[in-house]
């Protein structure tokens, strides 16, 4: 072998021989490993012919690419594969779209228990809405702001269907109407509720049997305050509130709640106050009938007057 | 213990391109990371690990594809071997030697693999978009699983 650096010395040509050696040994390698992996891929190819192992490989390509999931479907990729593991991978797929319904079903489900809860709420409603003695509208109670909870609510129903601003909003708890609040911003669509538990809202309110007339108002929680109250008055825990013909917002005789507790009254002032547990819960509201109230332009608020 | 590391390395490629293709593709289109790392490791390795490396790659293609069985395999022991010849005449270290022989060797290998499936299997199904773009994503990729593969040889020992 010619030796790659002609001007060396008997040692460098002994190894610039072994290096030659060396790459020779290496290619050699080279050759013998390419013409054994060629010829194992080689076989490979034809070995698939046998149903075993294109069934194996089927399996665990089947486990490892997702696209082949889909691969039952089309026969073009299971060719030569067994009944029975064909049959094997139509039932995985079987598997997988059954349980998509059974997931679909589900929602169904639930979404038809819902609509039976409220098909059965509305049909009382809809008893009840026969027996008001006031005209008016169901409305669907659309957006409660949690950050004001106990302040006031949108509602489906707009100037569209007849909505005015400061329309009685009533809401029924136990087959009975209550005050819930009156119409405060109208939108073609939709409309806001004031609540009467808002800390900015107050009803006149007439104290059963007796007919005292005392203001209710709002504290921004769930509660209600009854004020100015004749410290005369025998109050009693558990009276029934209701509006008074005195008020000119709400119609009479609305229930606006029971007395819970009654205050004695303060040495600087000449009445007493009491807490309200209202005749409606806000948060088990889901609809809520407006009454047409169709009040003076004078009552209305001005925006709404001028659109008028 | 570096042969532990091989065969990580090996799946992880393997997982990779697996997860890229079913998760990251564009317009259908994904580089081909087993192509990449069958070219790198052809690069990196010795001839014998070089065209080693090429078939298992293209084992674990064959067994993500579900038409032919062994085409990639062949493919890729011929290609890391061409490689092999070529890297003892060019500096395949240097990125323009890369971007080239990727673009290269990956058009080779489509066409060598679509006469395989016209000698083994069936009527070629060549996808033109995927002749003519995926060289190219293979390019991009091919730097980028060169630096990997050459830490991962100087920190692991492995290749």
């Known amino acids: 072998m010619r030796p790659l650096f002609p001007g060396a010395g008997e040692h460098g040509r002994n190894g610039a021989v072994r290096t030659g050696q060396a790459m020779s040994r290496e290619k050699d390698a080279a050759n013998y490993a390419v013409v054994f992996f060629a010829a194992v891929s080689i076989l490979l190819l034809l070995f698939p012919v046998s149903k075993i192992a294109h069934t194996v490989r089927i399996a665990a390509s089947y486990s490892l690419y997702p696209s082949l999931h ?47 809860g409220e098909g059965e709420r509305l049909a009382v409603e809809m008893g009840l809405s026969r027996a008001l003695p006031w005209k008016g509208v169901w409305a669907r109670i659309i957006n409660k702001t949690p950050a004001d909870w106990y302040g006031s609510f949108f509602v489906d129903k ?27 911003e109208v939108y073609p669509k939709f409309s806001k509720v004031l609540l009467l538990t808002n800390g900015a809202a107050s009803a006149v309110g007439s104290i059963e049997p007796e007919g005292l007339e005392a203001l209710v108002e709002g504290k921004g929680t769930w509660m209600l305050k009854m004020n100015y109250i004749p410290e005369e008055a025998s109050l009693a825990e558990g009276a029934e509130v209701v509006t008074s013909p005195g008020g000119l917002l709400f119609p009479p005789g609305i229930p606006v709640g029971k007395v819970k507790k009654v205050y004695s009254r303060e040495s600087f002032m000449n009445f007493i106050t009491a807490d309200v547990v209202p005749s409606v819960n806000v948060n088990t509201l889901k609809e809520v009938f407006v009454v047409r109230r169709n009040l003076p332009k004078e009552l209305l608020g001005a925006r709404q007057a001028e659109k008028k | 213990m570096s042969i532990i590391y091989e065969v990580v390395i090996y799946l992880a490629v393997g997982s990779t391109y697996w997860w890229w293709s079913q998760n990251l593709t564009v317009f259908g289109l994904a580089p081909n990371l087993m192509f990449a790392a069958a070219l ?6 010795g001839p014998v690990k070089g065209i080693a490396w090429g078939f298992f790659l293209g084992f674990y293609a064959d067994m993500l594809g579900s038409d032919m069985f062994g085409g990639y395999a062949l493919t890729y022991t011929l290609m890391a071997y061409g490689v092999y010849i070529i890297k003892r005449h060019f500096d395949m270290d240097s990125l323009f030697s890369q971007l080239v022989a990727s673009l290269a060797l990956s058009w080779l290998s489509i066409l060598f693999y679509q006469g395989l499936v016209i000698s083994f299997s069936r009527p070629s199904n060549l996808d033109l978009r995927v002749f003519l773009s995926e060289p190219f994503l293979n390019a991009l990729v091919v730097p980028v699983m060169f630096r990997i593969f050459y830490q991962l040889k100087r920190g692991l020992g492995v290749l």
Not at chain 1, 88 to 108: G, H, P, S
Not at chain 1, 161 to 181: P, Y
């Open chain 1, 70 to 116: 889909y691969g039952a479907r089309y026969t073009h990729y299971v060719r030569n594969v067994p009944d029975n593991f064909l049959l094997l991978l139509e039932t995985d797929q079987e598997n997988r779209a059954l349980k998509e319904k059974v997931r679909e079903l589900e929602v169904r489900l639930q979404n038809a228990a819902a609509a039976a």
């Open chain 1, 158 to 184: 707009g100037a569209e269907q007849g909505v005015a601003i400061n329309d009685t909003v009533l809401g029924m708890e136990q087959g009975h109407a209550g005050l819930a609040g009156r119409v405060l």
């Open chain 2, 40 to 45: 790198c490791a052809a690069i990196l390795a």
